[in-house]
């Protein structure tokens, strides 16, 4: 079954290229909208050897993946513990929900101006406006995921003479870790999508940002490598997330 998977992901992927190479080869499209794939790979060789305005492109997507990386963590180290706690104490809830609550619905862009007048435009603003894209999904997980436990569970373990904290770490926190990864990837994805944006503004460096300026000029064949190596990017975090989820929550199955 994985075989016969991983044969129709390259059969498609193939397909793809095809119809692209023949699109761009009878000219139905202007090169300058639709570049073909040997225009695309020229600019990805010339990018690597050459770079981009001056700056090699693994210092782009070094750049890039440090600022997600960065954002990400501060998320999960905050709203893990978080959306547990709140999750498992009605009280802590009834201050900290609100506040995410009111986050969440907020697109990051409409607040990114604010924090640059707080921050600036350095690479603080950045990483916070990542940070407050992933952590709504992050703690709703989490949170969501103590709210659903069967409560037996938790009496039983009461009436056995467990206290509150070895409830909590060793019967809440493992049986919430499926629904935190799933919130993990969701919260990966959301501030992934937002990169670009973060880039945008007051940016000199990044794959976001060398997609952004590419459009200026009409350098449709490096805006494709940029995109190109984005979702490529995106397809590994998440796969080396559900690797990752296989290993440490093995009793929920493969997915």
Do not use: C
Request: aromatic residues 12%.
């Amino acid at each position: 079954m994985k075989g016969k998977r991983i044969f129709l992901n390259l059969a498609s992927l193939v397909v793809f290229i095809l119809v692209w190479l023949a699109i761009t080869s009878l000219r139905l499209v202007s090169p300058v909208l639709l570049p073909s794939p040997n225009q695309v790979l020229h600019a990805f060789l010339n990018l690597i050897f050459y770079g981009y305005n001056g700056i090699p492109l693994l210092s782009h997507y070094l750049i890039t993946i440090g600022r997600l990386a960065v954002a990400v963590f501060v998320a999960v180290i905050i709203g893990i513990p978080l959306g547990l706690s709140s999750g498992y104490l009605p009280s802590l809830s009834t201050v900290i929900d609100p506040i995410i609550q009111f986050i969440r619905p907020i697109p990051p862009l409409a607040y990114y101006t604010l924090l640059i007048l707080w921050f600036g435009i350095g690479e603080t603003s950045k990483i916070t406006l990542l940070f407050f894209a992933a952590l709504p999904p992050i703690y709703l997980s989490a949170y969501d995921a103590v709210r659903k436990l069967d409560r037996e569970y938790l009496l039983s373990a009461s009436s056995l003479g467990a206290t509150k904290e070895q409830i909590f770490y060793r019967i809440v926190v493992p049986a919430s870790l499926p629904d935190i990864f799933t919130g993990f990837r969701t919260a990966v994805g959301v501030a992934y999508t937002t990169i670009v944006s973060a880039e945008m503004i007051a940016s000199s460096a990044g794959v976001g940002w060398m997609v952004i300026d590419a459009s200026h000029y009409l350098k449709s064949d490096v805006i494709f490598v940029g995109i190109i190596l984005l979702g490529v990017t995106g397809m590994l975090i998440d796969y080396l997330i559900r690797l990752l989820e296989r290993r440490i929550v093995h009793w929920s199955g493969e997915k």
